[in-house]
């Protein structure tokens, strides 16, 4: 007859008599789903799974929190029926330093996000956008009780004005992210506070935000500033960039897509311009000047002759420049990996036989609706680190060119053949074969 195996006898997990360092470091090789079925197998291991999760995202906030006590970040960006009250209810949690709440709630305030605050007082990253009921008041709670924070996204919160950035800006000294992306109630004050009090700032968006030149020498003094987006920003023009003559040696990435005010108009402002980013002493490796209508080959040239380290350059819908932009561009900048330029009506079928001659680092090219032909994509073709090439509307290319692409582009992940209608089955199977 078999024996009854004793309640002594009951045999344990060989993962349980390791040191919990040694599980952590088990835990941080495992799958979501790997995790879950350890987690099942006894109390012990539930336990140190429990302890050692990082990222959080509850139904049932309060006990959870009691639950996973260093849990470090909290992400309720689909939860968008969170309310004050859950957030009030939050245990005291001093593990808790990222909270993400950009989940389009409706139900969130001022008084949820002082519960918040009052309990999680070591947060050093905040992210409430498009948090439908987050003002001023809210957002003067985050400045008067986060004195650590690094990092804050305000995006879409369209009732936050200067009242509230000034709250962070005199509260958050250490601030070095901030976002205030189509905040449209702020303005050249409020900007110009944050400048001036929060030294410490390395990215800021501004983009679609209702300011003007005003605020930006005071934006140049921000000595570690390394990413500046000022996309759909029409108070910005020609003499606003100007301001860069200034000052952020260490600025890297400069957005002024949409920006429609920085324009050509009557002598060339916009080269203007152009000549005072490239003589502003900076050295930037992302620049994007998508749908600036106002971009000329003078301007354009000067400055890529001055920025020879850019990676990613976005000339989208500059329709006024030409091969001789094209030329100075692979001329300068050949460690670029991202060129986009679509809808570049000017620029001749020779330019793009050039891209495939000096830009072989390049992993992401755009050149929709152009005038790229069978010489210019078997140029293109010798740039082997492609992952992406989009030449929808170029209607000179046939299978002959796109053999070459699928001769040579063995990394290419995505390709764009939009309205290309001389492409067969012939060349789609060529890239597709390889």
């Not at 050509?264 to 502003?280: E, Q």
């Not at 073709?381 to 040579?408: A, P, Q």
Request: glycine letters at 6%; hydrophobic letters at 40%.
């Amino acid at each position: 007859m078999k024996k009854k195996q004793r309640p002594s006898e009951t045999l344990t997990s060989p993962l349980e008599t390791l040191p919990t360092s040694t599980l952590f470091e088990i835990l941080d090789r495992l799958s979501l789903s790997d995790l879950k079925s350890l987690s099942l197998t006894s109390k012990t291991l539930l336990s140190v799974e429990s302890s050692h999760r990082r990222t959080l995202r509850p139904d049932l906030l309060p006990v959870a929190l009691r639950r996973y006590p260093s849990a470090s970040r909290l992400d309720l960006s689909l939860c968008p029926r969170v309310t004050d009250a859950a957030l009030s209810s939050l245990p005291v949690s001093p593990s808790l330093a990222t909270v993400v709440l950009s989940s389009r709630s409706v139900g969130i305030s001022r008084y949820g996000v002082a519960g918040l605050v009052d309990r999680c007082r070591n947060l050093v990253e905040i992210d409430l956008s498009d948090a439908a009921g987050v003002d001023d008041a809210a957002v003067a709670v985050i400045g008067r009780g986060c004195a650590n924070l690094e990092a804050l996204r305000l995006s879409r919160c369209v009732g936050v004005t200067d009242i509230g950035v000034a709250w962070v800006a005199v509260g958050c000294r250490r601030l070095k992210r901030l976002c205030l992306r189509w905040c449209v109630k702020v303005t050249d004050l409020g900007v110009g506070l944050v400048a001036a009090k929060c030294d410490e700032i390395r990215s800021l968006d501004l983009s679609y935000v209702q300011i003007t030149e005003k605020c930006l020498p005071a934006v140049m003094q921000l000595r570690k500033l390394e990413n500046l987006a000022l996309v759909g920003c029409v108070g910005i023009d020609d003499e606003g960039l100007m301001a860069l003559k200034q000052g952020c040696k260490f600025l890297e990435t400069l957005d002024l897509s949409y920006c429609e005010n920085v324009t050509h108009a009557g002598l060339s402002y916009l080269t203007n311009g152009l000549m005072a980013i490239g003589t502003c002493g900076i050295s930037l490796k992302e620049l994007s000047l998508s749908k600036c209508s106002g971009v000329r080959d003078e301007g354009l040239c000067f400055l890529v002759e001055k920025h020879k380290d850019l990676v990613k350059l976005d000339i989208t819908c500059c329709r006024s420049i030409t091969y001789l932009s094209i030329a100075s561009i692979t001329t300068s900048c050949t460690l670029l990996t991202s060129l986009r330029m679509e809808s570049c009506s000017l620029v001749s079928k020779e330019a793009f036989v050039l891209i495939g001659q000096r830009c072989r680092f390049l992993e992401e090219l755009d050149v929709t609706d152009n005038e790229l032909d069978n010489e210019g994509l078997k140029a293109i073709s010798r740039c082997l680190e492609l992952t992406s090439l989009k030449i929808g509307i170029c209607l000179n290319i046939t299978d002959e060119g796109l053999i070459n692409v699928g001769t040579h582009c063995h990394k290419l992940q995505e390709l764009d053949l939009y309205r290309c209608a001389s492409i067969t089955d012939s060349g789609v199977s060529a890239v597709a074969h390889d």
